[in-house]
């Protein structure tokens, strides 16, 4: 059974920071790619982090910069999205993934608010 959960949200003034952590647990290992989307009020979900299983990450576009995927794999699986710099627009609840084969997990998601 995945098991994949989310900690780290809150509200934050423009130009502050936050680090989001996803700890895994069940069948998801270090071979695992790992990523983070986000979705915002009336709006679909969307890509913001990708960090593949060797460590490769890529951005969307609007994050580049200012926010920065890794991850621990060691004694648990654990993936850090560390976001410098946030926007308004940032706000959103953002949910770590999991790609296992065809599957994709998802955690409970965790909610960040950027305003002043």
């Known amino acids: 059974q995945v098991q994949l959960v989310e900690s780290g949200g809150g509200l934050v003034q423009p130009g502050g920071s936050l680090r989001l952590s996803c700890a895994a647990s069940?069948?998801?290992?270090?071979?695992?790619?790992m990523g983070w989307y986000r979705q915002a009020p009336g709006k679909q979900r969307e890509l913001v982090a990708r960090?593949?299983?060797?460590?490769?990450?890529?951005y969307a576009d609007s994050v580049k910069g200012r926010f920065t995927a890794s991850r621990d794999d060691n004694a648990k699986i654990t993936v850090y999205l560390q976001m410098n710099n946030l926007k308004p627009e940032d706000t959103a609840v953002y949910y770590c993934?999991?790609?296992?084969?065809?599957?994709?997990?998802w955690g409970q998601g965790t909610r960040v608010t950027v305003s002043s």
């Open positions: 993934n999991a790609v296992q084969g065809r599957w994709f997990y």
């Open positions: 960090i593949t299983a060797g460590g490769t990450t890529n």
């Open positions: 069940g069948s998801i290992g270090s071979g695992n790619d």
